[in-house]
């Protein structure tokens, strides 16, 4: 959504209801800790709703700004703005993890992992034009009461919750696979203190029992025994309001039945590749992808008759992928198991990660892509086996099947109550998503210079990306110079 325009109705009830919801949980241990440490805080998230610059109050000292790589326009303008009024910038989050050097350019401050005593350093003593880290594993976040100001604001309606508000918890850091596209690769897997997430949970039953909880680790309960441990312990009280990342792995047949009776609600397991990462889906390395597939649905199966709600992620355009059997098995996948929402995303190369590397290492980036392209359904690499027209066809063979009138049937013939809702909800938000790549199709046909740039032939970015850029920036658009838009690639292993 552009910033500065509150969009077509869609995306505004969208926001409010939904997009809101994502709000993360660093910036709000960032803004607790500046609480304690004695400063006057002001904490906003953007998801569209005004003018983001109007957030914030206009005399501030130092503004902590995080977001996504989808988001980094947009923060690099809000950072132009707040620089012109003398106010410290500081960047964390995923982006400036992930393409820190290209961050400098706008930031004062660049910090790619945090704690409660680097922000102290930070604000007693700003290190203006350095990227920082606080190279310890963060052990501990502000509890959800001490969060609840940050809460209110964030995912709640006017500071109350409403049906679709939520509550983000975090029982862990880091991920015990190394899937080289993944951006916690080499992040160890630290469980975080018990005793704070059982006081967590027990103060949101009693405070806000109605509102569903979020759980934002890279894969939830690896330590599966313990973390289930603390959660029947608190009082069950029927209702399902839990919604995990977790990997197929994990989530034996043994362990289902105490996840639903905890109240699991919505489960999000990784499947990733028909010919690649099966350990996350319990697959094994030797199998075929039929082989894989058959044995992937039987597993949703079983954890469909537990839990209502499945999703599923899904990579097309990985170097095992090749000719139509990736895409015909993902569209059986759809039909075999309708109660799984699949998610089928384009490979992006992060920074920080193995895949960005061997990528940037082999010429495969398209360099001059602004990195707030860094999201379907924009193909930011030249693609080992698939060209940019045939890539594009395919994705819109998969879009087609997966939001046809036949498949919705099939969804809401096997969900009930909100899942249905969500199963319609999502249908008609991604038909506005087949309408898009059959038009990235199309442009790949018969815009020579359009297609001469996705197959790495041409380093210029077509004007078509520049009013992309610009219509999402709004009126921030003059802020940001066609030379501000080059990004600043990093060298293979640094940041």
Request: hydrophobic share 40%; with cysteine; charged share 25%.
């Amino acid at each position: 959504m552009s910033a500065g325009r509150s969009g077509d109705w869609t995306q505004r009830v969208s926001g409010h209801l939904l997009l809101k919801q994502f709000a993360s949980i660093m910036p709000q241990a960032v803004s607790v800790w500046c609480r304690d440490l004695g400063h006057q805080v002001f904490y906003a998230t953007y998801y569209g709703q005004k003018d983001p610059k109007h957030l914030l109050p206009n005399d501030l000292d130092l503004v902590f700004i995080s977001g996504h790589t989808q988001a980094s326009a947009l923060a690099y303008a809000l950072a132009k703005l707040y620089r012109q009024e003398k106010t410290v910038t500081v960047i964390g989050g995923p982006h400036a993890k992930q393409f820190s050097n290209d961050c400098l350019r706008f930031f004062d401050v660049v910090v790619r992992d945090c704690d409660r005593a680097l922000i102290a350093e930070i604000l007693d003593a700003a290190p203006l034009g350095e990227i920082v880290t606080s190279g310890r594993t963060l052990q501990s976040i502000p509890s959800v009461q001490e969060r609840m100001p940050e809460i209110r604001a964030s995912t709640f309606w006017r500071g109350r919750p409403y049906p679709f508000a939520s509550i983000s918890l975090v029982t862990s850091m880091g991920c015990p696979y190394s899937c080289d596209f993944c951006v916690d690769w080499n992040k160890p897997y630290v469980l975080l203190p018990l005793e704070r997430l059982e006081a967590d949970l027990r103060f949101i039953l009693d405070s806000f029992p109605r509102v569903i909880v979020g759980f934002h680790d890279a894969n939830f309960a690896v330590k599966f025994d313990e973390v289930l441990a603390v959660l029947e312990k608190v009082p069950q009280d029927g209702r399902k309001r839990y919604i995990m990342e977790s990997s197929l792995s994990v989530l034996r047949r043994s362990r289902l039945e105490r996840l639903q009776n905890v109240g699991c609600l919505y489960m999000i397991p990784g499947v990733e590749s028909w010919a690649a990462y099966s350990d996350k889906a319990a697959a094994g390395p030797a199998l075929s992808g039929r082989e894989k597939l058959d044995r992937v649905v039987e597993h949703f199966e079983l954890i469909h008759a537990y839990i209502p709600g499945l999703q599923a992620g899904l990579m097309f355009g990985l170097d095992v992928d090749e000719g139509d059997e990736p895409v015909e098995l993902t569209k059986e996948f759809m039909t075999r198991a309708p109660f799984v929402w699949p998610i089928v995303g384009v490979p992006t190369p992060f920074g920080e990660t193995p895949f960005y590397d061997r990528y940037l290492a082999e010429g495969r980036i398209l360099t001059s892509m602004p990195f707030a392209f860094y999201y379907g359904p924009y193909l930011v690499t030249t693609l080992k086996n698939y060209g940019p027209v045939a890539y594009y066809e395919k994705l819109v063979e998969m879009f087609s099947h997966m939001t046809s009138g036949n498949m919705l049937f099939k969804r809401l013939q096997t969900t009930s109550g909100r899942i249905r809702l969500a199963h319609v909800a999502r249908t008609v938000g991604f038909r506005r998503m087949l309408g898009t790549l059959r038009h990235f199709a199309e442009l790949m046909k018969t815009d020579r210079q359009f297609r001469a740039f996705h197959e790495g032939e041409s380093p210029t970015l077509p004007e078509f990306y520049h009013r992309q850029y610009e219509r999402s920036l709004g009126r921030y658009a003059a802020l940001m110079s066609r030379e501000d838009r080059q990004p600043v690639h990093n060298r293979p292993g640094h940041a």
